[in-house]
Nanobody, 126 residues
Framework: QLQLVESGGGLVQPGGSLRLSCTSS????????VGWFRKAPGKEREGIGC????????NYLRSMKDRFTISRDGAKNTVSLQINNLNPQDTAVYYC???????????????????WGKGTRVTVSS
C-alpha cells in the first residue's frame, strides 16, 4: 500500500531551523515529482516548492525562495525540506505529495499531486 510519511516537525523558537523529511513505503520517490505544501490555521493549503525526478530541477514559490530548501536522497528514498529562520507565520501542518507531472517552469498544480502524506505539525513559538 502506497504511503507517504512526513516527519521532523515539532515546537521551535523563532529564528530556529527544522529539517522535515518525506519518505514512502510502496513507491520509489525518485520516480515522481515531489512537492511540499503547508496549511496554517485558518488558511488554505499553500505550495512551498517541488523537486523533479532525479533532483536536477527544484522550483519554489516566490515567497518561499529565501528560507526553504528542498532536496532528495535516493538511497534513503527521502525528500527533505529545510526551513531556516522560522517565524510564527510558519506555524502549520507540512505535507509532502507526489505527482506524475514534471516541472516546466512551475511546480505542478495542487490537483496534479495524487498521493499525499498526513502531514507533520510545525509550531513556532517562544
Amino acid at each position: 500500500q502506497l504511503q507517504l510519511v512526513e516527519s521532523g516537525g515539532g515546537l521551535v523558537q523563532p529564528g530556529g531551523s527544522l529539517r522535515l523529511s518525506c519518505t514512502s513505503s510502496g513507491i520509489t520517490l525518485d520516480y515522481y515529482t515531489v512537492g511540499w505544501f503547508r496549511k496554517a490555521p485558518g488558511k488554505e493549503r499553500e505550495g512551498i516548492g517541488c523537486i523533479s525526478r532525479g533532483g536536477d530541477n527544484i522550483n519554489y514559490l516566490r515567497s518561499m525562495k529565501d528560507r526553504f530548501t528542498i532536496s532528495r536522497d535516493g538511497a534513503k528514498n527521502t525528500v527533505s525540506l529545510q526551513i531556516n529562520n522560522l517565524n510564527p507565520q510558519d506555524t502549520a501542518v507540512y505535507y509532502c505529495a507526489t505527482s506524475d507531472f514534471g516541472i516546466y517552469g512551475l511546480c505542478p498544480a495542487k490537483h496534479e499531486f495524487n498521493y499525499w502524506g498526513k502531514g507533520t505539525r510545525v509550531t513556532v513559538s517562544s
